[in-house]
């Protein structure tokens, strides 16, 4: 199911300022060689995240889904001096991957990148989060989101991408593990007397959340 007009989403593209060399590299490179090439952030979607970032001014970045890396590199480029961003990714050969290119970023000092599962990661990592993107496994999203809320700082914002899954949130009755968990996370977020949110129709869907 086609959420965005083609046409709109091909405009949106043309308008939208171009990646640098790096992020035109990633992709290229992605599009290329992996399977799962669907799964890039892409240039429109990866400038909003740099935006925010830049506009936030963040210290400390923590990403939950690294896969190739584009996402996490465009989330660095708002980091404030001294800032971290911590990006943490199951898989060992996308780590790798992602790895390879932070090593060719401006910010590379300041990417830190983990490999195994989020919930065991996140709670050892000591810092209060000014910006989190959630992009993970669609049935674990409850689960992040109830381990980072705590942790926000007070200017903290949560991005949480795919929260359409490909349009299947939309469809009746709900099919398939991952639309259901999607579905079911929106739903959780919207009841949260915690935090105010607000769903973007850029690319497959992103919810911004902030605490009240």
């Known amino acids: 199911m086609d959420i965005i007009h083609p046409l709109a989403e091909a405009y ?10 790096l992020l035109q590299l990633i992709y290229e490179q992605t ?6 090439a669907h799964m890039l952030s892409g240039k429109v979607q990866g400038q909003f995240l740099t935006f925010v970032s830049q506009m936030l001014q963040p210290k400390y970045v923590l990403e939950i889904g690294t896969f190739t890396g584009y996402s996490a590199v465009c989330l660095a480029k708002g980091l404030q001096y001294g800032g971290e961003l911590h990006t943490i990714e199951l898989r060992d050969a996308d780590a790798q991957t992602a790895q390879s290119y932070f090593n060719q970023s401006k910010q590379k000092k300041e990417i830190h990148l983990h490999i195994g599962e989020a919930l065991s990661i996140i709670p050892q990592l000591t810092h209060n989060w000014d910006l989190v993107f ?22 903290g914002v949560i991005i949480a991408d795919n929260v359409f899954f490909h349009g299947q949130v939309l469809e009746q009755p709900l099919k398939g593990k991952n639309a259901i968990a999607i579905d079911a996370f ?3 977020v ?11 129709s850029v690319r497959d869907g992103l919810l911004l959340i902030k605490k009240k």
């Open 12 to 21: 949106s593209y043309a308008i939208t300022s171009d990646e640098d060399e």
């Open 31 to 36: 599009s290329a060689k992996h399977p799962k």
């Open 134 to 155: 959630i992009d993970a496994d669609k049935t674990g999203y409850i689960d992040y989101y109830e381990l980072v809320v705590p942790l926000l700082s007070k200017k």
């Open 186 to 188: 929106n739903k959780h």
């Open 190 to 200: 919207a009841a949260d007397p915690r935090t105010e949110n607000v769903l973007l």
